[in-house]
């Protein structure tokens, strides 16, 4: 089966110690703002985890996602199923999110045959290093390398575009960073006392569904580009309201965060056998349509 792989590299004003806070903030402040209406996010698990002399933080994560897949998924998708499971590591500066698995017909479907696997290096440069995750060599000819340059608007669908998330116009009364012109990196390489770092994200996607594998995996690596802009612009125009926050404070602000999340998140699928032989009429169907 062939997996598709994919490293968006984006680049940041800020050091790496900086972004381990504002990564989990905005996470933290996305999770409230997509949840809601039974669709949203729930956290299962947010606890430290040591295996293998590697810790970190373990979350285990469920996305409720039902409003926010195209039109082809939600035709053969039976009702409740359109659930992603999230696990991840995050042994800070390498974070791993693996098993993003049997996003769209749940676990009891797909099981392995749908698996969306992120790997990132945190680095303290300008993006320049190639094969940050050290690939082996036919894999690394395989990848893909995707720039994302969080000032460019025209990497925004208008749709997801917000003027005070934008770091083109945004500048930073707490650290005096900001607005980001069209050269900001290249302004970078010659200040040296500027703060910089690169966030490296392997993006691994197995799909095995005859017929619609290289359209679903195209999909889901241009929601992940997608993705990683808008987080990463909302990131640096929050700057003021994380950059002086401890870990301590973040960790409060997650448990406070997890207690919302599961009062707002009522409306959690349950699969019903009516809706296993729904779904396995459906996708019989489609499979005969195929052939």
């Excluded at 691994?204 to 005859?210: E, L």
Aim: glycine letters at 6%; a neutral charge; one cysteine or more.
């Amino acid at each position: 089966m062939r997996q598709w792989p994919c490293i968006n590299r984006v680049v940041l004003p800020c050091t790496v110690e900086e972004y381990q806070v504002g990564q989990l903030y905005s996470v933290a402040e996305a999770s409230k703002n997509e949840t809601g209406g039974g669709e949203g996010i729930e956290v299962l698990k947010n606890e430290p985890y040591e295996k293998e002399g590697e810790k970190g933080q373990y979350t285990h994560k469920i996305y409720h996602l039902k409003s926010k897949v195209p039109a082809f998924v939600k035709m053969i998708a039976p009702e409740g199923s359109l659930v992603f499971h999230e696990k991840a590591w995050n042994a800070y500066p390498y974070c791993r999110t693996s098993e993003f698995s049997t996003s769209f017909l749940q676990n009891e479907y797909m099981k392995d045959d749908f698996i969306i696997k992120i790997e990132t290096w945190h680095k303290p440069d300008l993006g320049t290093v190639e094969n940050v995750h050290k690939l082996d060599v036919p894999t690394w000819k395989s990848v893909e390398v995707v720039p994302i340059d969080i000032a460019d608007g025209e990497q925004v669908a208008p749709a997801d575009y917000k003027a005070d998330e934008d770091p083109a116009l945004f500048k930073s009364a707490k650290t005096g960073r900001g607005p980001l012109g069209p050269n900001w990196k290249k302004e970078l390489v010659s200040k040296a006392d500027c703060p910089r770092m690169c966030a490296y994200k392997l993006v691994t996607v197995k799909f095995k569904w005859w017929g619609l594998q290289n359209k679903v995996e195209s999909f889901i690596h241009k929601q992940e580009k997608r993705i990683f802009t808008n987080f990463h612009r909302q990131l640096f125009c929050w700057i003021d309201k994380w950059v002086e926050l401890t870990m301590e404070d973040i960790r409060r602000m997650e448990a406070e965060t997890q207690k919302e999340l599961e009062e707002v998140c009522k409306g959690t699928y349950r699969i019903t056998n009516r809706r296993r032989v729904q779904y396995l009429s459906r996708l019989t169907a489609l499979n005969l349509q195929n052939h």
